[in-house]
């Protein structure tokens, strides 16, 4: 199987994760945008939290103790791991190649295009998904880049920003249009598909990408990821999080500087509690979804909702929302008012 390594805080010996693919021999998908295959290596994709619950079903041995929840969460021992994936090692092997098809062709022009118009440098990006893994469909599949730390994606945004207004460039901003989403399966209750696809367009971080050898458009998406020293432990072991039902709130974003990464983390000031327990210290929202990442900015007003958690340290108690996987998934939102 293989894991993503998710979040920036782990107990010790032992890391968080996210079941991101695993081999036919013990799962097989519906879904026939998970098959991938690379000569007589099968695997699926996760989709949802369909991963989460294959592993508990099955896989006990790959889940951990996490003390703030004082739960059992899926991730893998560091004796039980096999190999690791690097993205900025696998996107520096490719680079140094003689690109074997038409998908790496297109990776490395891209690449070299931002290069030139950026400081970037190899080290400041990576790859993952099927190209770090080796089983990518040279015709099919996507350019998935890592852009690390908050000065580089900052300067990439505005690259890219750029580059969507040139005439003649082969970026373009792939939400610039409803086009994107035409065929999308939406399940979000409370957050529409008009609303995505507004929010999505102003990340600027997932695009479209026209290579004339390959001869199509390329979905391209550059996923945030914290450099190390930007990391830091956000519980200790003594910290306890405790879940306190159902919130809906309007907040006011006063810090947005890790809204860019997993988890994205909005410092806010409340403005209003329209559903749930009435606290007037609810400090953050804490979220674990893909589609609430870049979600808001400083200063601008939001609708919230999701589950209110009580944060014990041994320095201080407040209340936070937590955006996650779990029951009424689809019904957690952040989204912009204003």
């Not at 030139?116 to 880049?145: A, E």
Request: with cysteine; proline share 4%.
């Amino acid at each position: 199987m293989i894991f993503r390594v998710y979040g920036y805080t782990h107990p010790r010996g032992a890391y968080i994760c996210d079941p991101e693919y695993a081999p036919a021999g013990i799962f097989k998908s519906k879904d026939p945008k998970a098959y991938r295959a690379k000569g007589k290596q099968i695997h699926y994709k996760f989709y949802t939290d369909e991963g989460l619950q294959f592993v508990k079903q099955n896989y006990p041995e790959y889940t951990i103790r996490y003390e703030p929840l004082q739960a059992s969460l899926v991730g893998v021992k560091e004796e039980l791991i096999k190999e690791t994936r690097q993205p900025d090692k696998a996107l520096q092997s490719m680079l140094r190649k003689q690109p074997a098809d038409n998908l790496l062709k297109a990776l490395i022009a891209l690449y070299e295009q931002l290069h030139q118009r950026t400081n970037l440098s190899k080290t400041d990006l990576g790859v993952f998904g099927s190209l770090l893994h080796n089983f990518y469909h040279p015709r099919f599949s996507d350019l998935d880049f890592i852009v690390y730390g908050r000065k580089k994606l900052k300067e990439l945004a505005e690259t890219l920003s750029e580059l969507y207004r040139e005439a003649d460039t082969p970026l373009r901003n792939e939400f610039d249009s409803f086009e994107s989403v035409k065929d999308k399966h939406w399940k979000f209750k409370n957050y529409s598909l008009q609303e995505y696809v507004w929010h999505q367009e102003r990340k600027r971080v997932y695009a479209l990408f026209q290579h004339k050898e390959s001869q199509r458009t390329i979905k391209t998406e550059f996923e945030p990821v914290k450099r190390w020293e930007e990391i830091k432990n956000e519980y200790s072991a003594r910290t306890r999080i405790i879940r306190q039902g159902w919130t809906k709130i309007v907040a006011r974003v006063t810090e947005d500087k890790d809204a860019a990464f997993i988890p994205s983390i909005y410092q806010i000031d409340l403005s209003k509690i329209l559903e749930g327990k009435k606290v007037e210290d609810i400090r953050r929202v804490v979220s674990y979804v893909e589609e609430f990442r870049m979600q808001a900015q400083q200063d601008e007003l939001v609708l919230v909702e999701g589950n209110l958690e009580l944060v014990k340290t041994p320095r201080e108690t407040f209340h936070q929302v937590a955006l996650t996987h779990g029951e009424r998934y689809y019904e957690q939102t952040l989204k912009v008012l204003d």
